[in-house]
């Protein structure tokens, strides 16, 4: 039986559920509010990563994509974002969390493939 989360439907409600653990990390603020502190926020900027990869994923796929399809397509997305380098000449916390969540949330999906099999 093939996981449901491995459809169009269950990606987008798994962006549903990085957006609100982003919502969560962010406390009672808005990435921009947080973001002109000028401190780090790397959990928040982990689960943005999520959505952003997860949101790249979804508008790539067809909505009649089979599993296999949706794991192929994650895997490319992984390579995409595992090629990408900070902005500008300095590591940065933020932007190393961000690049992290979207790896992250392509390799979730890779792994339910292996355990739906």
């Known amino acids: 039986m093939t996981d449901s989360r491995l459809t169009k439907a269950g990606l987008v409600q798994a962006r549903?559920?990085?957006a609100e653990?982003?919502?969560r990390a962010l406390g009672n603020s808005t990435s921009c509010a947080v973001t002109k502190d000028g401190g780090a926020h790397p959990a928040g900027k982990f689960h943005?990563?999520?959505v952003?990869?997860?949101s790249e994923l979804s508008r790539?796929?067809?909505?009649?994509s089979d599993a296999r399809r949706i794991v192929a397509g994650s895997a490319v997305v992984r390579m995409r974002w595992a090629g990408r380098v900070t902005p500008g000449a300095?590591?940065?916390?933020d932007w190393d969390a961000y690049r992290a969540g979207g790896i992250h949330a392509m390799?979730?999906?890779n792994a339910m493939l292996g355990a739906a099999s």
Request: charged share 45%; proline share 0%.
């Open 16 to 18: 549903g559920q990085a």
């Open 107 to 109: 390799t979730e999906i």
């Open 60 to 64: 790539e796929i067809a909505d009649d």
């Open 90 to 93: 300095r590591r940065d916390r």
């Open 21 to 23: 653990d982003w919502s």
């Open 52 to 54: 952003a990869a997860l």
């Open 48 to 50: 943005e990563g999520r």
